[in-house]
C-alpha cells in the first residue's frame, strides 16, 4: 500500500523581531522556496525540491536589510522525433525536433523592521494597511482557470 502525503509548495516566509530599548531590531528571516520536481515521481506523484535561507539581521526602526541567493535554474531538453525513422543511423537526424529550455529564478527578499507603539495613530493606519496588503494577496493566490 503507498501513501501519498500533499505537503505545500511555494514560498513560505517567516519573520521573528525582536526590540530592545534602545530601538535596536533583532530580526530571524527564514525563506523557504519549494516547487514539483517531475525528475523525481513515484507511482506518477511528483516530488517537491526545496531550498531554504535563514538569517539574523539587527537594525534600527526604518533600516532595510536585503536577502538574496535563492538561485534557480532549470535546463531542459525535449528530442521529439518520427517513431522508427528518428532510430536510423545519421539518416534518423532528419526525423528529429530538439527543443531547449533554460529557466532562471532568483528570490530576493527586502525586510524593512518598523515600530509600532499601541497607543499611537498609527496602528489603526497599519492595521488597514494590512488588511489591504492582505486581501490584494490573497487575490494573486486564488487558483484561476486561465492560468
Same mark, same amino acid.
Given at each position: 500500500?503507498?501513501? $501519498?502525503?500533499?505537503? =505545500?509548495?511555494? +514560498?513560505?516566509?517567516? @519573520?521573528?523581531?525582536?526590540?530592545?530599548?534602545?530601538?535596536?531590531?533583532?530580526?530571524?528571516?527564514?525563506?523557504? @522556496?519549494?516547487?514539483?520536481?517531475?525528475?523525481?515521481?513515484?507511482?506518477?506523484?511528483? !516530488?517537491?525540491?526545496?531550498?531554504?535561507?535563514?538569517?539574523?539581521?539587527? @537594525?534600527?526602526?526604518?533600516?532595510?536589510?536585503v /536577502?538574496? !541567493?535563492?538561485?534557480?535554474?532549470?535546463?531542459?531538453? +525535449? $528530442?521529439?522525433? @518520427?517513431?522508427?525513422? !528518428?532510430?536510423?543511423? /545519421?539518416?534518423?537526424?532528419l526525423?528529429k525536433?530538439?527543443?531547449? &529550455?533554460?529557466?532562471?529564478? =532568483?528570490?530576493?527578499?527586502?525586510?524593512?523592521?518598523?515600530? +509600532? &507603539?499601541?497607543?499611537?495613530?498609527? $496602528?489603526?493606519?497599519?492595521?488597514?494597511?494590512?488588511?489591504?496588503?492582505?486581501?490584494?494577496? =490573497?487575490?494573486?493566490?486564488?487558483?484561476?482557470?486561465?492560468?
Amino acid at each position: 500500500m503507498t501513501n $501519498v502525503s500533499f505537503r =505545500e509548495y511555494g +514560498i513560505n516566509l517567516e @519573520v521573528s523581531p525582536l526590540v530592545d530599548d534602545s530601538g535596536y531590531i533583532q530580526t530571524r528571516v527564514d525563506v523557504g @522556496v519549494s516547487s514539483i520536481d517531475q525528475s523525481v515521481t513515484v507511482l506518477g506523484v511528483p !516530488g517537491l525540491l526545496k531550498r531554504t535561507a535563514a538569517t539574523e539581521m539587527n @537594525v534600527y526602526d526604518g533600516e532595510t536589510m536585503v /536577502i538574496a !541567493g535563492l538561485f534557480s535554474q532549470e535546463d531542459a531538453k +525535449i $528530442v521529439d522525433k @518520427v517513431p522508427g525513422l !528518428g532510430d536510423l543511423p /545519421i539518416l534518423g537526424e532528419l526525423f528529429k525536433s530538439r527543443e531547449f &529550455r533554460n529557466k532562471e529564478t =532568483e528570490l530576493v527578499v527586502l525586510v524593512t523592521p518598523t515600530i +509600532i &507603539r499601541g497607543d499611537d495613530d498609527t $496602528v489603526t493606519a497599519s492595521e488597514s494597511k494590512f488588511n489591504r496588503l492582505s486581501t490584494e494577496s =490573497e487575490a494573486f493566490r486564488k487558483f484561476d482557470l486561465m492560468d
